[in-house]
């Protein structure tokens, strides 16, 4: 099941596979606003390419502690000092909507640097293990689109 939610309207696709085509069924490629989904490879189709995309902060710890099952040492740090920060990200994002927050913007901006600090960390590439990030995005210090817009929507 896929859900699609504005001010207007909501509505609700249930099929047998999660596919791009469902999406665009309702989400255009020039869609002016942000796309707030769940991690699932169907939304990072091509095709939505240029659609901003908000990943969910809980979707993504849980991708993390997946990963952290099985590592130890600098892989482990590196996954749990991510998962700090979006674990900051949510403690943020309620901190606000409950009006503890005097200046969501530079707490925003804080936690987003700490972010691209820890994906832009230059590693040292191996041949079992190249710079994926560099090849895909053509720079060691570039972050996906979504994790650029954790906090551009209030409200």
Not at 17 to 24: D, E, S
Not at 142 to 155: C, K, W, Y
Request: aromatic residues 8%.
């Amino acid at each position: 099941m896929m859900g699609f939610d504005t001010d207007e309207a909501s509505v609700y696709q249930i099929r047998l596979r999660h596919r791009h085509q469902g999406v665009r069924e309702l989400i255009p490629s020039d869609y002016g606003g942000v796309m707030r989904t769940d991690r699932a490879l169907t939304y990072d189709a091509w095709a939505l390419e240029l659609v901003a995309q908000q990943k969910c902060c809980y979707h993504i710890i849980r991708s993390i502690d997946k990963v952290l099952e099985d590592k130890a040492g600098s892989a482990r740090a590196f996954g749990e000092t991510l998962k700090t920060s979006f674990k900051d990200a949510i403690a943020l994002w309620q901190r606000y909507h409950a009006g503890e927050v005097d200046d969501y913007t530079r707490e925003a901006q804080s936690i987003t640097q700490a972010i691209a600090t820890v994906l832009g960390r230059p590693r040292q590439p191996t041949p079992a293990r190249p710079n994926w990030l560099a090849s895909r995005r053509g720079q060691s210090a570039a972050l996906p689109r979504s994790v650029m817009v954790i906090f551009e929507v209030i409200g």
